[in-house]
């Protein structure tokens, strides 16, 4: 008895490795980032763009409002692409965009803002991208809606008109 | 007195060397075991992609500060989760991975002390 039982045991055993290996085969091996939200903004300080002094995060955020911070860069081809959408979303008032120019130099990234308008209250120059791996971005462009110091959704890649007016609903 | 002033400096010179050479041993030894995450099979250690550039910048910046490996581990598992690590940790999604391979062992030695049980019988 004790005998037949073994070769029906280790055969199961071997059938369930199988299957568990074949359905693994089937798994997309290609890492899709998780879109980590309702996490609190990370303290960090950063250089400002235009006035050469170094802020901390605190002086940044206040409660109450909402913010969009969006990591972009001159050299980044769909940034070009979402600018228009950030434009619009800059004119209304119940949101602040803060921009994070990623590995970018000032010359570029002022002449892609004089060609296609400055939405941005304020701009971090983040020349080493230190502070685009503080937030936990993955490269350019990245947008993280923020309220009360939470980040309450994170967009990777552009924004387009479907993401834009999910924010506007968002920010009613 | 000279010669003391001399050797004291370049106890100096050496030491810094000895310090600076040991965040780059570790620098390494972080990024081996740090996933780039936008490079597909690739350590942060291997790739020249902007983001893993970034990486080996702030394990620099922390390793400056003080931070020790595990914190380190922990600063970038905190912003990009357990997938960033090689060495994936023990939890509820990886336990399989940690256990198998002992029941694996553990059966297979069954098995082999089993039949050299009965052949000796």
Redo the contacts between chains.
Sequence with gaps: MKNKL?PIF?TS?FIIIFIFFYKGLQNS???T??A?INNKI?SFSGELFFKDKIINSSDFFKLDQFYLLNIWSSWCVPCREEHPLLMNLGKNNNIELIGINY?DTKINAKNFLSELGNPYRKIIFDK???N?????A??VPESFLIKDGIIIKRYIGPLNQKLFSEINQLIK | MKILKLSFIFLLIFSFNSLKASNVDMNSKITKNLRC??C?GQSVYDSDS??A???K??VD?KLEEGFSENQIYDFFKE???D?ILYDPVLNKNTYILWLLPILIFL?GGA?IS?TFIIKKK
């Design positions: 073994l280790i055993i091996n290609i890492y980032p998780e980590k990370p590995k080493k991208g230190v685009a791996i503080e937030w936990g993955y490269g | 995450l936008i597909q902007e983001f550039i970034s990486i910048v702030i910046k912003k990009y989760g997938w059966i098995i089993k």
